[in-house]
């Protein structure tokens, strides 16, 4: 039983890295023991999981369909140890959350609100920021953060999903200037860029090894909201790279276009952080928790739509 949940486990975390070698680096196995375990539960299972290439791989129709069980069957297990540990007691008090402003109203806030419904005695109060707030200091209780984390002491960090990103552009952009099919060939663009504090960021593209590039565009328009990034974009101004979350219904409904297809986009962590204490409280472990359940499966329904 042990090993069939083992294979669950690593066949979930390819799903939501992009290719094996992305999982084998989460789950500190080497890639060929990621292949070998994908090929065992295949064996098992008596279908194919993943149409593989030598740049990409993909779900099949059987893969899909599994993977859609698996997310039901992990999140029953983890809610099942929620309940375990909060000993069947219901949640009361205020809960004070710290989130990014577009990250966490579109992400985040949908599935803490949930919370209210099963816990009648829970008081959410959801904050909206890009600033890195200090949680002793402003009194927050938890906080979302995106990326990589800095050191921060008397704060305890758990990874809560990733949030992939992509290369997008609007159809008449395409027209005009024309497709890129390589990472060399974004530099001959146009782009709408992301800045902060003064300082532009660079994208990290995947190259065919899964290895991520840093491309640092031929910028037209530079924004420091992600949200003004994407209307420039589907306004045809230049390519953007963005969170797929945040550019789902415009690559959907074709305002935008998704570029680079044949290669997964780079995935940041996101991340809860919390005052240490030596004993959690149960509002605060019970978000952690319903975070780490259901926002990978939130972010994975995305992606998988396009």
Same mark, same amino acid.
């Given at each position: ?9 690593? =066949? ?15 789950? +500190? ?7 070998? #375990? ?12 993943? +149409?593989?290439?030598?740049?990409? *791989? ?44 577009? =990250?966490?109203?579109?992400?985040? &806030?949908?599935?803490? #609100?949930?919370? #209210? ?39 305890? &960090? ?16 395409? *027209?005009?200037?024309?497709?890129? $099919? ?6 001959? $663009?146009?782009?709408? #860029? ?18 991520? *590039? ?72 019970? &978000? ?19």
């Amino acid at each position: 039983m042990s090993d069939r949940l083992s294979g669950i486990s690593v =066949f979930v975390t390819a799903v939501e890295a992009g290719s094996f070698a992305m999982a084998a680096s989460r789950l +500190h196995l080497s890639r060929s023991a990621v292949g070998k #375990t994908i090929a065992r539960l295949e064996q098992r299972l008596g279908v194919r999981l993943f +149409h593989r290439t030598t740049r990409s *791989q993909s779900l099949t129709d059987d893969g899909a369909l599994f993977y859609e069980r698996c997310l039901r069957a992990l999140e029953e297990i983890r809610g099942a140890e929620t309940l375990l540990e909060s000993g069947k007691r219901q949640v009361s008090g205020r809960l004070r959350v710290s989130m990014p402003v577009l =990250f966490g109203r579109m992400c985040i &806030a949908p599935l803490l #609100t949930e919370l #209210t419904r099963e816990h009648p005695g829970l008081e959410l109060e959801l904050s909206f920021s890009d600033r890195v707030v200090d949680l002793i200091e402003d009194g927050f209780d938890m906080a979302i953060r995106n990326g990589t984390l800095a050191n921060s002491s008397g704060l305890v &960090a758990r990874r809560i999903g990733d949030h992939r990103m992509t290369l997008c552009a609007s159809p008449a952009y395409l *027209q005009r200037c024309g497709e890129p $099919h390589s990472i060399e060939q974004l530099a001959q $663009h146009e782009a709408v #860029t992301y800045m902060r504090a003064g300082a532009r960021r660079s994208w990290l593209v995947l190259d065919s090894d899964g290895k991520p *590039q840093e491309v640092m565009p031929n910028n037209r328009l530079q924004m420091d909201d992600l949200q003004a990034i994407a209307d420039a974009a589907t306004a045809g101004f230049g390519i953007a790279w963005l969170p797929c979350w945040l550019v789902r219904e415009q690559l959907l409904s074709g305002a935008l276009v998704r570029l680079l297809r044949d290669r997964p986009g780079a995935a940041f962590e996101a991340h809860a952080v919390w005052p240490h204490t030596p004993h959690l409280p149960l509002k605060v472990r019970l &978000a952690v928790d319903t975070l780490v359940s259901k926002l990978p499966a939130s972010l994975a329904l995305v992606e998988k739509a396009l």
